[in-house]
């Protein structure tokens, strides 16, 4: 059995795995296939299947719980002090209909507490990693998120109601992944990251949530509280990532 302290080796090897099996589905009409549905409502498709699968055969003969999109909470009662927070494909529409944005999502928590996140730009072959109190890495160089300018900012913004923020923003970016959307604000090419219908899942963000973190980015609610992570599939909240607390205050007037 494998040191359950290697996760970025065992997270790497999951990763590289699925993009080799699935990248040949990109833009293709057989990779939405409907296979079922997940715990927190959403279609599972063939490609969210096949990754799944991938994770899962690596992680089998480990004594750790997995959330997972597709699949829900398993082993949880298994007394491990090890989660593992998976996303097979964030960003499957995307993927499906060829648009370049999308990845895999690999969280690690011990005894609930953040330990490692990776995510997984899977076109560019692009690997965002942060262990714990070690900083933020994309492909081995470090990251950090960008310097807050109000006049200047470039946020990705999902709502459901006009709250007339877009007017107090330079530019706007929504590309439908969630997880990678905060992997672009740790590495400082986006300012903000938001969603406010509620709609980001637990396993959309786990991994991420490490990466900011560790690149210098806040996390809170729509309060701009401390953002708490559930770990469990069912989870559906509100959320802003950001570079600087005076996102809160000059753009959500927190
Ligand atoms: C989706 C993406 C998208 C967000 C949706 C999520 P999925 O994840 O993160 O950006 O707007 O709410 O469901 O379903 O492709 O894993
Ligand atoms: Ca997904």
């Given at each position: 059995m494998k040191f359950l302290e290697d996760w970025n080796e065992i997270g790497l090897k999951i990763g590289r795995e699925i993009r080799e099996n699935v990248l040949k589905y990109y833009g293709k009409k057989e990779g939405a296939k409907i296979i079922g549905q997940s715990p927190s409502g959403d279609t599972t498709r063939l490609i969210d299947k096949i990754s799944e699968d991938i994770a899962f055969k690596h992680l089998s003969d480990l004594n750790v719980n997995i959330v997972s999109e597709e699949c829900g909470d398993i082993n949880k009662n298994s007394g491990s002090s090890w989660t593992v927070v998976i996303d097979p494909i964030d960003g499957s529409f995307n993927f499906i209909h060829g648009l370049p944005c999308f990845g895999f999502c690999f969280g690690v928590f011990k005894n609930n507490k953040p330990y490692y996140g990776l995510t997984y730009e899977l076109l560019p072959n692009n690997i965002y990693e942060a262990f714990h109190n070690e900083g933020a890495y994309l492909n081995g160089e470090k990251i950090g998120v960008k310097e807050y300018d109000k006049n200047n900012i470039v946020m990705s913004y999902y709502t459901n109601k006009d709250m007339g923020i877009v007017n107090k923003i330079k530019r706007t970016r929504c590309m439908g992944a969630f997880g990678i959307e905060m992997a672009y604000v740790s590495k400082g090419s986006l300012d903000c990251a938001t969603d406010l219908r509620p709609h980001v899942r637990t396993t959309?963000?786990?991994?991420?949530?490490?990466?900011?973190?560790?690149?210098?980015?806040?996390?809170?609610?729509?309060?701009?509280?401390?953002?708490?992570?559930?770990?469990?599939?069912?989870?559906?909240?509100?959320?802003?990532?950001?570079?600087?607390?005076?996102?809160?205050?000059?753009?959500?007037?927190?």
């Open positions: 959309d963000i786990a991994s991420s949530y490490i990466i900011c973190k560790e690149s210098g980015a806040i996390i809170t609610d729509e309060y701009g509280n401390d953002f708490k992570l559930e770990l469990t599939a069912t989870s559906k909240k509100k959320i802003i990532v950001a570079n600087s607390e005076n996102i809160l205050k000059d753009v959500f007037g927190l």
